[in-house]
């Protein structure tokens, strides 16, 4: 089955844990991007990803990192969580220029 | 600046009624325009994507219209069903006409819809 796989779905941490939020696709889709989710703000791109080695900053990237070593696999990572990260994110992937298929989220929360 | 703006922002409709959701945009260069549906706890799910050329496409009892000259776009939905219920999401497109994987994704806040038995 065609998916977008995301874990942990659920996590609940401290300031200043380094924390990773692992994305895999098995579509072999070039693009793939991270999304945070908040109320009445809508999805707000943090990273994308137009192929291996290649990551771009999207609108709202501080404070988190990616890597894409593999087409299939693009962790977000955050190395020194702050409380105003607790949002919802979400994984996506498409072949260039197709919507997105997403992943369920990942609901994170940084005391 | 590149926005979307999407009404109303929450809608009531009893089963079996038809409901419409709106979409203004001001994007520039305007590639393509897509709608998702987003239920509770899950993540987006493509309903249509629309080009320049295109100004209307259904998939199932969804039926998305454009109007490029007046930046607007509706969702549609016939003769809706409990499981409707979720939020509906535009996204536009902002770049090459071809929709190119380096176009910008400007996002609205989506509608949330509630449908009642």
């Known amino acids: 089955e065609a998916q977008v796989t995301q874990n942990p779905r659920y996590l609940i941490t401290v300031t200043g844990k380094k924390l990773t939020v692992t994305c895999s696709q098995n579509?072999?889709?070039?693009?793939m991007s991270w999304y945070r989710q908040d109320p009445g703000l809508g999805l707000r791109q943090i990273y994308y990803?137009?192929?291996?080695?290649?990551?771009d900053k999207g609108d709202v990237p501080e404070g988190y990192k990616v890597s894409r070593k593999e087409k299939r696999n693009f962790p977000l990572i955050l190395e020194s969580p702050s409380p105003n990260q607790t949002s919802l994110y979400f994984c996506a992937s498409s072949l260039l220029g197709q919507p997105q298929h997403f992943g369920d989220g990942t609901r994170l929360s940084i005391l | 600046k590149n926005q979307v703006e999407q009404s109303p922002q929450s809608l009531i409709i009893l089963e079996g009624k038809n409901c419409t959701l709106q979409c203004n945009y001001t994007v520039s260069p305007f590639s393509n325009l897509r709608w998702y549906k987003q239920d509770t706890g899950r993540g987006p799910v493509s309903l249509t994507i629309?080009?320049?050329?295109?100004n209307t496409k259904s998939n199932g009892r969804y039926t998305a219209t454009l109007d490029a000259d007046t930046k607007q776009s509706s969702l549609h939905i016939t003769a809706s069903q409990l499981s409707d219920s979720a939020s509906y999401i535009c996204v536009v497109s902002a770049g090459l006409r071809g929709g190119g994987a380096t176009n910008k994704l400007i996002f609205g806040t989506g509608t949330l819809l509630a449908v009642q038995p």
């Open positions: 990803s137009m192929n291996v080695e290649v990551t």
């Open positions: 629309m080009t320049f050329s295109e």
């Open positions: 579509m072999n889709h070039e693009y």
